[in-house]
């Protein structure tokens, strides 16, 4: 059976390959149950790379690989890395944009895994006529291209020269066992994998990802480090989830993809007082920046190198080695001088950023700001709700006013549910601030990346 040959790896990533060899006999990957070492894992792509060269894929190859977290899509993607092709990742939960992604993304080949982990390719030479991807094929780097999640609005597909971002992997970190929360089509999965593989880790996947199945997960695998959404981590302490199942090995909370409210946070800490709570920032058109938590707080620093942030008119700015090549289908938001608008609105305290949330998603009532995530942190607390979804609606005369989707734990009468709301509201909010709009739903908020969803809003981030 082939093996991967780290001398021959084009695209600048010898180095990924060697170091993957070194792990041995190592536990790569966690799949339904079964221990995946690195050495199987690399056996794999070998036998991967051996059919990609027969059938002519390569350099400048565009390549869907529709699959997960598993054994088979793992090792692909190290094939497709080495061989220097630009690959478009898709989960299974994105089948439905199937078609629209491949064109977008001038699509040639397509890699399907079924249930039993077998890959089926398909497709023929096909030269990209996108200027961002012939510019990449020129450079000899492989490629990697993201959808933005599409929440609300047109998804963008985001172009990486995946050489550069996975540089910041280059110098060994710590090894771990993390859990694959995020999608293996968002640039956290793919932060979570390659992190977690160069440092010799161990990822484990989970067969769903409902509360009870992560938590369980998180137990018999001893799991260290749990990257997931705010929306996420309230359903697990909603459900009790964490009560249910040992998660003493669970070591740090890393957070991120929406803005975090700080009374979940204050409850996380309190259901899990011997795990770290870390804020992570990323973005698909940014990859995930080094950043460090202030303790017990929501503010954070950024720190490693290749990167500089700026703040200008209250919004960050970034200009990171890693950031994107540009979007296949969009302008991109550069200055000039390389600088990516992030749409972020920030607090400053001296070095320390609190992220607020999308400019996209801000309401204007009668010229005062505010932001959904302030006001969903204080209606998270009133008595029976189990979440929320602040946004704003047109307004003849503030020009904007406040609204919100609720999500009850018990069924309420709106009536009722309204005089309650406003009540509770009275000494917590503005009047501005307070909903003028309130509707119930059963309907969920979330997308299946676990991140709320809006009615408003511009791009996906990480």
Not at 34 to 39: D, M, Q
Not at 132 to 154: A, D, E, Y
Not at 405 to 431: A, G, H, S
Request: charged letters at 20%.
């Amino acid at each position: 059976m082939a093996t991967v040959s780290a001398a021959a790896a084009p695209g600048e990533t010898p180095w990924l390959y060697a170091r993957l060899a070194s792990f041995g006999e190592a536990v790569a990957l966690v799949h339904r149950g079964l221990s995946v070492s690195y050495r199987a894992l690399l056996m794999r792509a070998g036998t991967f790379d051996a059919e990609l060269q027969a059938r002519g894929i390569g350099a400048g190859s565009v390549v869907l690989l529709e699959g997960s977290y598993s054994e088979g899509a793992v090792a692909l993607l190290l094939a497709l890395l080495r061989r220097g092709a630009i690959c478009v990742p898709l989960t299974p939960q994105a089948a439905v944009q199937r078609e629209a992604f491949a064109a977008i993304a001038e699509v040639a080949y397509r890699c399907t895994f079924d249930d039993a982990d077998q890959c089926t390719i398909e497709g023929v030479p096909r030269a990209p006529t996108s200027p961002l991807l012939q510019r990449l094929v020129q450079n000899g780097h492989p490629g990697l291209v993201l959808f933005s999640s599409g929440s609300t609005g047109r998804p963008k597909a985001v172009l990486h020269d995946f050489a550069t971002l996975l540089e910041k992997f280059v110098k060994p970190g710590q090894r771990k066992t993390t859990l694959s929360f995020l999608l293996f089509d968002h640039i956290g999965g793919v932060d979570t994998l390659f992190n977690t593989l160069a440092n010799g880790g161990t990822l484990v996947t989970t067969s769903a990802r409902d509360p009870d199945a992560v938590c369980a997960a998180i137990a018999a695998h001893r799991v260290h480090t749990l990257p997931a959404s705010p929306t996420f981590l309230n359903l697990m302490l909603l459900s009790q989830a964490h009560l249910r199942h040992d998660l003493s090995s669970l070591q740090v909370v890393a957070y991120g993809t929406e803005p975090m409210p700080e009374p979940l946070l204050a409850r996380l800490a309190a259901a899990l007082p011997h795990t770290k709570l870390v804020q992570t920032y990323g973005l698909s058109e940014l990859g995930v920046l080094r950043t460090k938590s202030r303790e017990g707080s929501l503010f954070v620093k950024f720190s490693g190198e290749g990167f500089e942030t700026q703040v200008r008119d209250g919004v960050l700015w970034v200009k990171a080695r890693t950031a994107m090549l540009g979007y296949l289908n969009a302008p991109d938001l550069f200055d000039a001088n390389g600088w990516l608008n992030t749409e972020d609105a920030v607090e400053v305290d001296g070095e320390w950023l609190h992220l607020l949330g999308r400019v996209s998603d801000l309401i204007n009532v009668g010229g005062r700001k505010v932001y959904p995530a302030e006001v969903e942190a204080v209606l998270l607390q009133c008595p029976n709700v189990r979440d929320v979804a602040v946004f704003g609606e047109k307004n003849p005369i503030t020009g904007q006013a406040v609204a919100a989707r609720f999500n009850l734990l018990e069924p309420e009468p709106l009536d009722i549910f309204k005089k309650r709301l406003r009540t509770f509201c009275r000494d917590k909010l503005p009047p501005y601030k307070v909903p003028a709009r309130i509707e119930l739903t059963d309907r969920e908020q979330f997308n299946a990346r676990l991140k709320k969803m809006r009615p408003a809003g511009g791009r996906g981030e990480a």
